[in-house]
């Protein structure tokens, strides 16, 4: 890893390691190790990326954390061009309010992203809420979709995760090799479902 450099993209890299098996805290953490080996060594840029990222994760287990770590996010972008971390702010936003009402206007904005390597990662962000919702035919055609957008391999884990959320089976042509105990992954991402559909309940 420490080949990759400082200014916290090594500690970034493990985080997009830890997000995919569903592992959230530790992803945070390196996110936020990223951020602050970000600013140790003045670079905002990278900064902004793991500052943005460190608010997606945060978004799939901690709503209200989410949205002061997204105004931050949004403070670090205001003053650079970085419109690919810009759509990922988008997408922290839509899990952060996944379930909920206000996802329904991300859901259609999501759409018009214009950077097809982020259409996964949105797919997956539309799949989580409607695995919140238990809405299991707008699940199925979102993971069909992403059959589609992942069939040269790219990405494919996004398949299984979107599964897991369900609670539906592993697709029988999955070929993902976790890091991790494969049943473990899959309880880690279903388990956030049920942890956010708890979150909705208390807050009514």
Known sequence: MPTLGW???HHRVLAHIHL??????RAAAAFEAARAEAEQHNAPGERA???????LVTAFTDP??????????????????????????AVAALVRDAGTDRATV???E??????????????????FHHAVHGAH?????????????TANGDSAYYVDITTAMGDLPQPADSAIQWLDDAHTVRQRWHGLVMSRRRYLQSAR
């Not at 990326?49 to 608010?55: F, H, N, P, S, Y």
């Open 20 to 25: 995919p098996h569903g592992d959230i805290e």
């Open 49 to 55: 990326i793991a500052q943005t990222l460190l608010a």
């Open 137 to 149: 035919d707008d699940l199925t055609a979102t993971i069909d979709r992403l059959h589609q957008e």
């Open 106 to 108: 991300l859901l259609a």
């Open 64 to 89: 209200l954390r989410a949205d002061d770590e997204l105004a931050l996010a949004h403070q670090y972008l205001a003053h650079l061009d970085q419109r690919a971390t810009t759509f990922y702010a």
């Open 7 to 9: 200014k916290g993209r």
């Open 110 to 127: 999501s759409s018009v992203a214009g950077l097809p390597w982020l259409t996964p990662l949105i797919e997956t962000a539309v799949a």
